[in-house]
C-alpha cells in the first residue's frame, strides 16, 4: 500500500522559512514532485525531483526561495522554502509518478496535505 505523508506546515509571518518533509513508503518511484492549492484555486506545481536526485525543476514564482530535496535511505523529499510570503499561503500536497513529470495528473499518488500559512 503505497502512502506519503507530509509535515512541516504552520503559521508564519512574511520572510519567515518552514521546511516540508514528505515520507513515502510502500514502494520507490521515480519523482517526487510538491504542488499546492489555495481557496478557489486549482492545485499548481511548485516543485519536483528525479528518484537518484539529479533532476529538479521549480515554479518561476519560487526559484531562488524554494529547495526540493530527497534522501532516499528514508524515502523522504524536502521542501524548504525561504522568504515566504502571503502569495505562498496554501495546502501543499507531495505527489508521487512513476516518470519524470511536473504535470498534476501525472501523479497518481498523493499525501493528505499540509497547511502553509503566511502573514503580512
Known amino acids: 500500500q503505497v502512502q506519503l505523508v507530509e509535515s512541516g506546515g504552520g503559521l508564519v509571518q512574511a520572510g519567515d522559512s518552514l521546511r516540508l518533509s514528505c515520507a513515502a513508503s510502500?514502494?520507490?518511484?521515480?519523482?517526487i514532485g510538491w504542488f499546492r492549492q489555495a481557496p478557489g484555486k486549482e492545485r499548481e506545481f511548485v516543485a519536483a525531483i528525479s528518484g537518484a536526485g539529479g533532476t529538479t525543476d521549480y515554479r518561476d514564482s519560487v526559484k531562488g526561495r524554494f529547495t526540493i530535496s530527497r534522501d532516499n535511505a528514508k524515502n523522504t523529499v524536502f521542501l524548504q522554502m525561504n522568504s515566504l510570503s502571503p502569495e505562498d499561503t496554501a495546502v501543499y500536497y507531495c505527489?508521487?509518478?512513476?516518470?519524470?513529470?511536473?504535470?498534476?495528473?501525472?501523479?497518481?499518488?498523493w499525501g493528505q496535505g499540509t497547511q502553509v500559512t503566511v502573514s503580512s
Open positions: 510502500g514502494r520507490t518511484f521515480s519523482t
Open positions: 505527489g508521487a509518478a512513476y516518470r519524470w513529470t511536473t504535470r498534476t495528473e501525472g501523479y497518481p499518488y
